[in-house]
């Protein structure tokens, strides 16, 4: 489910920019999430005290991975890419949380 949303925020932000397809939205939205995947599976074998630190690291990680994967697949300058990592982090966690909380409700009724 991130991957569309992904994809739908990327194309949002970077539609006045004909050369960039859905296509390639849908990689570099494949990469990031995949990243975060690798990120969370590592985070996941830590103790149950790092839980607190893996989050806040994990957080950074994203932030940083976001703003040098836009800026190196769509030729953004630093701070361009900073505003879009920002907005696109704001706009994915807006749309993903209704649909994480349909799925929580779906599995409370179930």
């Given at each position: 489910?991130?991957?569309?949303?992904?994809?739908?925020?990327?194309?949002?932000?970077?539609?006045?920019?004909?050369?960039?397809?859905?296509?390639?939205?849908?990689?570099?939205?494949?990469?990031?999430?995949?990243?975060?995947?690798?990120?969370?599976?590592?985070?996941?074998?830590?103790?149950?005290?790092?839980?607190?630190?893996?989050?806040?690291?994990i957080m950074i990680a994203a932030f940083v991975?976001?703003?040098?994967?836009?800026k190196g697949a769509y030729g953004s300058g630093w701070v361009?890419?900073?505003?879009?990592?920002?907005?696109?982090?704001?706009?994915?966690?807006?749309?993903?949380?209704?649909?994480?909380?349909?799925?929580?409700?779906?599995?409370?009724?179930?």
């Open positions: 489910m991130t991957v569309p949303i992904s994809v739908a925020i990327l194309w949002l932000m970077f539609a006045w920019r004909r050369r960039f397809s859905l296509y390639h939205h849908a990689v570099v939205a494949l990469y990031g999430l995949g990243f975060l995947a690798l990120l969370s599976a590592l985070a996941s074998l830590l103790p149950t005290v790092l839980t607190g630190l893996a989050t806040f690291l991975h976001a703003t040098v994967h836009l361009q890419s900073v505003l879009r990592a920002l907005t696109l982090s704001v706009l994915t966690t807006l749309a993903f949380a209704p649909f994480l909380t349909g799925v929580m409700l779906l599995g409370l009724s179930g």
